[in-house]
């Protein structure tokens, strides 16, 4: 309904829009050259303003975004150690897009301004000057030459990953339309995989080889646990189209990729509960929730049921188009403490005795299909 | 000279043909590039009106998630089941969206008018090197036109894996419906239209190199020649990596390669596929994706250095820095496609050198900005309406070009790639930036196109709404794209963390409605001028190219006696010593004069 109000409105404002030419049309003076499609001295000054005008415009549409929703959730709080790194080059960044951004805007819109046309002057025949030329070529050199150096520091340090700091090996696993992880297990070495051995009867769903004993303590979730403070590696794989494993509040994103096994690593540094109480978060769930209470106040007006109000959790989306219902394929990602890691993964099945209870005792012998087959 | 002969034979082949010209000749199967152009444009606009009613289709879904909505009703039948948008034509409104608009708008319809029309006006030819290649270009790209529109009616939807169609997504049917029958249509439509953009460039480029009066040596060219000459040579370039893409994906969708798949289990079934890449795929789209944006956005740079200098009554600051960074900007193109590919998964070496190469594009942008900001000052501007747009183009093209500096740094774009931020920043710096150098153009040179005027106070209506709307739409996007809202998604209401976000997806949507609805006084303005606009003069914005030597009613071969000579530049405003602000090229030196040397 209210979209249907709100194209009723565009439409009124068309048809404003549309007395406005013709009062336009009306108040022109009408000489030799008004109709003739040519800009007047009249029009010169009209839109010699409105130049002026615009220039506000954009300065005060700039102000407004920064101020209601400028509370980039994205540019600071970082829950990763290599993610404030990011975001120290991202305001760095801004700061000189915005100066830039400020400067040639107001050249523009103001030489636009006060250049304006008017019958019988003349403009200043200026076609070069090679000085000038050296100047803005050279001071975007110096400026991108900084931007880029420290660019190029902060890529490389992020994906390198550091093989020697022992991290937890985690594969995220992607498919239309959700995520599966699986804990590398004691021997932190991931079993060998590979789509060719997926075995749904025995809910073998990520094709795990069930002959190679490094899969034997693999540990198969539906939700993603990380320690703080340890660095973690994602050993990403997809079984059908591509995605992309997009982890914004750690700063971390890579794609997943059939046939391919692509990796990515960071160290959380905040764990769920404190970033809950954090004051910035706080805030942002606290709006939030108004809306969410607003939203169910119409909802049972109708009849329907109410939306639970919102808990912060870290999230991996996805974010590589991947099919119908790419807009929903989430899951959490809780950040705790070494303890409460270790209490939650041993509540969780290996792989080993989930394979047995389909197959008996010793999976081992009696796999159909394994890596060494498949590779042949 | 040589060419001088050539100019005069071909004058009096025109000749013959003008006596037995008819209406299908002259109208429909015409070899004349003036009409050629005048096709190029009326089907490019179709299709641009195609393409904005789609957008605005997307901005309603996001602001009013899966509320019924009976636009939606009538145009998407039985994709809207109630009135409600499904999913799937969400993402095929996304592509086709995406697909007419870069391909079929702003490739088609920018390149193909302004060059057809202005490269033999501006240089001084009778016509294209060839006229029937010229032809054959053009009705291959209205029947690529007429495939994709079929396209969106087939049984299954159409095309729906983003303009970017990576496979697997776009290779396997079972992934999704419009990966049947409506990527193969998308496929041929695109491989036809290739052809078509390949012919025509060929023909520019021959043209400019063969062709040009005398005198009209390379560096007497109006940036605008410069500016086409270099987009077909990108797309010379380009192009066939697309075309050979898109062969590959053919062959993996319909005779069983992998050149693209591998290792895949879809549908409780494990495919035959092995040993192929995405990733390739991702290179060999790139490789013209990212110069592509500068074969929109380079045409559009030239028709605004153009109208710039014309109206601001002044020469073009810096002719040859200006042909200097379109060369650099061209070159460059072709060696920054991986910045699109930062978190795919490649080598992140190779993020480091894409990095560094496509930072290096500011430095040839940047030149331009100022150069153009230098044009104006001190210039006598007369704010006509393409002038308007000119200004408005420089305007967006720093706004969407700044971000670009976040986005080409590896490092950052970990954090943004492919959220609303990316959306937000090459819509301004190629979409509008470009839509506003074709709106300059056509306001430009339309008493060049049909020998009348447009209505100057609909043009103005036109620019100031526009304009307030594009940075309504796009400047709240890099915010929400900040906030990590992911672009694609059918609906943010699957993660409560963007509940917060519903109300400027309100604001955008509301701007994204009223900037398409006033498009429809630019149609008004175009399609009813042509019978009701006031009677052009022959130069009308009394500029100095060439194209203004012709008379207003058109004839085959352009000029009626011998072709003009060239003795000077063609930005010769406002010179000391004359008494006209302007000064055609085709006026010999005064005596004593000095031409400026550049």
């Given at each position: 309904?209210?979209?249907?109000?709100?194209?009723?409105?565009?439409?009124?404002?068309?048809?404003?829009?549309?007395?406005?030419?013709?009062?336009?049309?009306?108040?022109?003076?009408?000489?030799?050259?008004?109709?003739?499609?040519?800009?007047?001295?009249?029009?010169?000054?009209?839109?010699?303003?409105?130049?002026?005008?615009?220039?506000?415009?954009?300065?005060?549409?700039?102000?407004?975004?920064?101020?209601?929703?400028?509370?980039?959730?994205?540019?600071?709080?970082?829950?990763?150690?290599?993610?404030?790194?990011?975001?120290?080059?991202?305001?760095?960044?801004?700061?000189?897009?915005?100066?830039?951004?400020?400067?040639?805007?107001?050249?523009?819109?103001?030489?636009?301004?006060?250049?304006?046309?008017?019958?019988?002057?003349?403009?200043?025949?200026?076609?070069?000057?090679?000085?000038?030329?050296?100047?803005?070529?050279?001071?975007?050199?110096?400026?991108?030459?900084?931007?880029?150096?420290?660019?190029?520091?902060?890529?490389?340090?992020?994906?390198?990953?550091?093989?020697?700091?022992?991290?937890?090996?985690?594969?995220?696993?992607?498919?239309?339309?959700?995520?599966?992880?699986?804990?590398?297990?004691?021997?932190?070495?991931?079993?060998?995989?590979?789509?060719?051995?997926?075995?749904?009867?025995?809910?073998?769903?990520?094709?795990?080889?069930?002959?190679?004993?490094?899969?034997?303590?693999?540990?198969?979730?539906?939700?993603?646990?990380?320690?703080?403070?340890?660095?973690?590696?994602?050993?990403?794989?997809?079984?059908?189209?591509?995605?992309?494993?997009?982890?914004?509040?750690?700063?971390?994103?890579?794609?997943?990729?059939?046939g391919?096994?692509?990796?990515?690593?960071?160290?959380?540094?905040?764990?769920?509960?404190?970033?809950?109480?954090?004051?910035?978060?706080?805030?942002?769930?606290?709006?939030?929730?108004?809306?969410?209470?607003?939203?169910?106040?119409?909802?049972?007006?109708?009849?329907?049921?109410?939306?639970?109000?919102?808990?912060?959790?870290?999230?991996?989306?996805?974010?590589?188009?991947?099919?119908?219902?790419?807009?929903?394929?989430?899951?959490?990602?809780?950040?705790?403490?070494?303890?409460?890691?270790?209490?939650?993964?041993?509540?969780?099945?290996?792989?080993?005795?989930?394979?047995?209870?389909?197959?008996?005792?010793?999976?081992?012998?009696?796999?159909?299909?394994?890596?060494?087959?498949?590779?042949? | 000279?040589?060419?001088?002969?050539?100019?005069?034979?071909?004058?009096?082949?025109?000749?013959?043909?003008?006596?037995?010209?008819?209406?299908?000749?002259?109208?429909?199967?015409?070899?004349?590039?003036?009409?050629?152009?005048?096709?190029?444009?009326?089907?490019?606009?179709?299709?641009?009106?195609?393409?904005?009613?789609?957008?605005?289709?997307?901005?309603?879904?996001?602001?009013?998630?899966?509320?019924?909505?009976?636009?939606?009703?009538?145009?998407?039948?039985?994709?809207?089941?109630?009135?409600?948008?499904?999913?799937?034509?969400?993402?095929?409104?996304?592509?086709?969206?995406?697909?007419?608009?870069?391909?079929?708008?702003?490739?088609?319809?920018?390149?193909?008018?302004?060059?057809?029309?202005?490269?033999?006006?501006?240089?001084?030819?009778?016509?294209?090197?060839?006229?029937?290649?010229?032809?054959?270009?053009?009705?291959?790209?209205?029947?690529?036109?007429?495939?994709?529109?079929?396209?969106?009616?087939?049984?299954?939807?159409?095309?729906?894996?983003?303009?970017?169609i990576y496979p697997p997504l776009s290779a396997l049917p079972?992934?999704?419906?419009?990966s049947g029958?409506?990527m193969t249509l998308w496929l041929v439509?695109m491989a036809?239209?290739i052809?078509?953009?390949?012919?025509?460039?060929?023909?520019?480029?021959?043209?400019?190199?063969?062709?040009?009066?005398?005198?009209?040596?390379?560096?007497?060219?109006?940036?605008?020649?410069?500016?086409?000459?270099?987009?077909?040579?990108?797309?010379?370039?380009?192009?066939p990596v697309l075309f050979a893409a898109a062969l590959l994906l053919i062959m993996d969708r319909s005779f069983g390669t992998s050149f693209f798949l591998s290792?895949i289990?879809?549908?409780?079934?494990?495919l035959h596929y092995q040993g192929g890449s995405p990733?390739l795929f991702?290179h060999l789209f790139?490789?013209?994706?990212?110069?592509?944006?500068?074969?929109?956005?380079?045409?559009?740079?030239?028709?605004?250095?153009?109208?710039?200098?014309?109206?601001?009554?002044?020469?073009?600051?810096?002719?040859?820095?200006?042909?200097?960074?379109?060369?650099?900007?061209?070159?460059?193109?072709?060696?920054?496609?991986?910045?699109?590919?930062?978190?795919?998964?490649?080598?992140?070496?190779?993020?480091?050198?894409?990095?560094?190469?496509?930072?290096?594009?500011?430095?040839?942008?940047?030149?331009?900005?100022?150069?153009?900001?230098?044009?104006?000052?001190?210039?006598?501007?007369?704010?006509?309406?393409?002038?308007?747009?000119?200004?408005?183009?420089?305007?967006?093209?720093?706004?969407?070009?700044?971000?670009?500096?976040?986005?080409?740094?590896?490092?950052?774009?970990?954090?943004?790639?492919?959220?609303?931020?990316?959306?937000?920043?090459?819509?301004?710096?190629?979409?509008?930036?470009?839509?506003?150098?074709?709106?300059?153009?056509?306001?430009?040179?339309?008493?060049?196109?049909?020998?009348?005027?447009?209505?100057?106070?609909?043009?103005?209506?036109?620019?100031?709404?526009?304009?307030?709307?594009?940075?309504?739409?796009?400047?709240?996007?890099?915010?929400?794209?900040?906030?990590?809202?992911?672009?694609?998604?059918?609906?943010?209401?699957?993660?409560?963390?963007?509940?917060?976000?519903?109300?400027?997806?309100?604001?955008?949507?509301?701007?994204?409605?009223?900037?398409?609805?006033?498009?429809?006084?630019?149609?008004?303005?175009?399609?009813?001028?042509?019978?009701?606009?006031?009677?052009?003069?022959?130069?009308?914005?009394?500029?100095?190219?060439?194209?203004?030597?012709?008379?207003?009613?058109?004839?085959?071969?352009?000029?009626?006696?011998?072709?003009?000579?060239?003795?000077?530049?063609?930005?010769?405003?406002?010179?000391?010593?004359?008494?006209?602000?302007?000064?055609?090229?085709?006026?010999?030196?005064?005596?004593?004069?000095?031409?400026?040397?550049?």
């Amino acid at each position: 309904m209210t979209a249907l109000l709100t194209i009723i409105i565009v439409l009124f404002v068309a048809v404003a829009i549309w007395q406005m030419v013709k009062i336009f049309d009306l108040a022109q003076v009408r000489t030799d050259t008004s109709d003739s499609g040519i800009a007047t001295d009249h029009d010169n000054n009209i839109n010699g303003y409105l130049m002026l005008g615009f220039l506000v415009f954009i300065y005060v549409i700039t102000i407004i975004c920064f101020v209601k929703w400028g509370d980039l959730p994205l540019v600071y709080n970082a829950a990763s150690e290599h993610g404030s790194r990011i975001d120290n080059l991202m305001i760095i960044s801004m700061l000189v897009i915005f100066s830039v951004q400020t400067l040639t805007q107001f050249l523009l819109y103001y030489f636009a301004f006060k250049y304006r046309g008017e019958k019988g002057k003349k403009a200043l025949y200026f076609a070069d000057n090679n000085t000038l030329e050296a100047i803005w070529t050279i001071i975007p050199v110096i400026v991108l030459a900084g931007l880029i150096i420290y660019g190029l520091f902060t890529w490389t340090s992020i994906m390198n990953i550091d093989e020697d700091a022992d991290p937890m090996v985690v594969e995220l696993y992607a498919q239309q339309f959700n995520w599966t992880a699986r804990y590398a297990g004691q021997d932190n070495v991931l079993g060998m995989a590979n789509v060719r051995l997926i075995d749904i009867d025995k809910a073998n769903v990520l094709g795990v080889d069930e002959a190679d004993p490094n899969a034997q303590d693999d540990i198969v979730v539906k939700e993603l646990h990380l320690v703080v403070g340890r660095p973690v590696m994602f050993v990403m794989r997809s079984q059908d189209v591509l995605h992309s494993a997009y982890m914004p509040h750690f700063r971390a994103q890579m794609n997943c990729v059939p046939g391919m096994i692509t990796k990515f690593g960071f160290t959380p540094t905040v764990t769920t509960k404190e970033m809950r109480e954090n004051p910035d978060m706080i805030d942002k769930i606290q709006r939030i929730n108004n809306i969410r209470a607003e939203k169910s106040t119409a909802l049972v007006a109708e009849g329907k049921e109410t939306l639970d109000p919102y808990e912060f959790h870290y999230l991996l989306l996805c974010n590589k188009i991947c099919g119908k219902s790419h807009y929903n394929m989430q899951m959490n990602i809780i950040v705790e403490t070494q303890e409460e890691f270790d209490a939650w993964i041993k509540e969780q099945k290996t792989f080993k005795s989930s394979m047995t209870q389909f197959i008996g005792e010793d999976p081992l012998p009696l796999a159909d299909k394994s890596m060494e087959q498949i590779t042949e | 000279m040589s060419t001088h002969a050539v100019d005069t034979h071909a004058h009096d082949d025109n000749h013959g043909h003008h006596h037995k010209e008819t209406f299908v000749t002259k109208y429909i199967f015409s070899q004349d590039h003036k009409m050629i152009a005048k096709q190029y444009l009326i089907t490019g606009t179709i299709m641009g009106v195609i393409g904005v009613i789609m957008s605005l289709m997307m901005r309603i879904q996001i602001a009013w998630p899966e509320e019924p909505n009976v636009l939606f009703e009538a145009l998407l039948g039985k994709w809207a089941p109630g009135g409600v948008m499904d999913a799937d034509i969400y993402l095929a409104l996304v592509t086709i969206h995406g697909t007419i608009m870069v391909f079929f708008v702003l490739t088609a319809g920018l390149s193909g008018t302004f060059s057809n029309l202005l490269i033999p006006l501006q240089i001084g030819a009778r016509d294209m090197a060839s006229g029937f290649l010229n032809m054959v270009s053009y009705w291959l790209f209205f029947l690529s036109s007429v495939i994709m529109i079929i396209s969106l009616f087939v049984e299954a939807g159409p095309a729906a894996a983003g303009w970017t169609i990576y496979p697997p997504l776009s290779a396997l049917p079972m992934a999704q419906g419009g990966s049947g029958m409506g990527m193969t249509l998308w496929l041929v439509s695109m491989a036809i239209f290739i052809a078509s953009s390949l012919l025509g460039s060929l023909n520019y480029i021959v043209t400019v190199i063969n062709m040009r009066t005398k005198g009209m040596s390379m560096t007497r060219l109006p940036l605008t020649i410069w500016a086409f000459f270099v987009t077909a040579i990108i797309g010379v370039v380009s192009f066939p990596v697309l075309f050979a893409a898109a062969l590959l994906l053919i062959m993996d969708r319909s005779f069983g390669t992998s050149f693209f798949l591998s290792d895949i289990f879809i549908q409780g079934e494990v495919l035959h596929y092995q040993g192929g890449s995405p990733v390739l795929f991702e290179h060999l789209f790139w490789f013209l994706g990212h110069p592509e944006v500068y074969i929109v956005i380079l045409p559009a740079m030239g028709l605004v250095s153009e109208i710039l200098a014309t109206n601001a009554r002044k020469p073009i600051f810096g002719y040859r820095a200006m042909v200097a960074s379109i060369l650099a900007i061209a070159f460059l193109s072709t060696i920054v496609w991986g910045h699109h590919m930062f978190v795919s998964g490649m080598n992140p070496f190779l993020g480091s050198v894409f990095t560094f190469t496509t930072l290096l594009i500011a430095i040839p942008s940047a030149v331009k900005a100022f150069n153009w900001i230098t044009t104006i000052w001190k210039g006598n501007l007369q704010m006509n309406p393409a002038m308007l747009f000119a200004i408005g183009f420089v305007s967006t093209f720093i706004t969407g070009g700044l971000t670009g500096i976040i986005l080409g740094d590896s490092a950052l774009d970990i954090n943004v790639h492919d959220t609303y931020f990316v959306i937000a920043h090459f819509h301004l710096v190629m979409g509008i930036s470009a839509l506003y150098g074709m709106f300059a153009g056509i306001y430009h040179w339309y008493p060049k196109m049909f020998g009348r005027m447009m209505d100057k106070n609909l043009g103005y209506i036109h620019f100031w709404v526009t304009a307030i709307c594009a940075y309504g739409v796009f400047f709240p996007m890099h915010f929400i794209g900040m906030a990590g809202l992911p672009r694609r998604y059918y609906t943010n209401t699957a993660f409560p963390l963007f509940d917060d976000l519903a109300d400027v997806n309100i604001v955008i949507t509301v701007f994204a409605l009223i900037g398409g609805v006033v498009q429809i006084i630019y149609l008004y303005n175009f399609f009813a001028s042509m019978f009701i606009g006031k009677k052009a003069v022959q130069n009308p914005w009394r500029s100095n190219t060439l194209d203004w030597t012709t008379p207003v009613e058109h004839i085959h071969g352009n000029w009626p006696g011998e072709i003009p000579h060239v003795y000077r530049w063609s930005y010769d405003y406002s010179k000391p010593g004359h008494d006209e602000d302007f000064v055609p090229q085709n006026v010999p030196l005064k005596e004593g004069e000095e031409e400026l040397q550049h």
